[in-house]
């Protein structure tokens, strides 16, 4: 409209003021609620996507898409553009989760492990990964031309790499300690074993050898009545 009277760049430049028309000013009011609640999820979240933020932001406006709340597409939204520079051929917003992210980084970070100790020549340190390493592991496994085409957005990884590590040490542990439980159970085991072996044969034993001693008392007995 402002550009089919004269390229106006907005409704100040003719005379006019979004608040004067309670339409306008509600969508104005909506669009400042959604750049405050996209600036607090990227602000809070080290590993951040556009596809979280998308469904962030439907569940806070309580509606089954960005596109119903009547603001535009959410990748021309002027602050996701500076956010997340999404390329500019893409139609929708790409589906990867932070939680994708961090799957990602896990099996980026156990591929470098698995290289440095093969001894590889080029096999980075896998307790180190830097953001654009991850970035061009997920744009690997994603398959797309660029980062850009991934809407994600990266500030810090050692919060999730120190976690990833214990979790490995803790399973790590774990394993052991199951089987070292194992291997205790399964040596008590064969100690029950041979004291059952043990008991079975004990009864064999007095069985064969109570014969004998009746035999004897029998013989005693018949030799006092012959003396008698």
Sequence with gaps: MCQATGGAAGLEQLGLSTSGIPSLRQLGLKEEKVNVIIASLVSAQPICTLHDVEKQLAAEEGVASFAELGLGPLLKQ?????????????????????????????????????????????????????????????????????????????????????NINKGRKQVAEYCKAVERKHKQEMQEMQLEERILAVHRREPNAQMEQKPVAEVGGRDELQLEDAAE
């Design 78 to 162: 002027p602050l996701v553009q500076s956010l997340f520079q999404p390329a500019t051929d893409l139609k929708a917003v790409p589906s990867i989760t932070g939680l994708e992210v961090v799957m990602q980084l896990e099996e980026h970070m156990a591929t470098n492990e698995k290289q440095a100790r093969s001894g590889a020549p080029m096999a980075r340190s896998w307790k180190r990964v830097e953001a654009v390493d991850l970035m061009e592991s997920l744009v690997k496994s994603r398959g797309v031309a660029s980062p850009s085409h991934l809407c994600v957005r990266i500030q810090k990884l050692g919060f999730y790499i120190s």
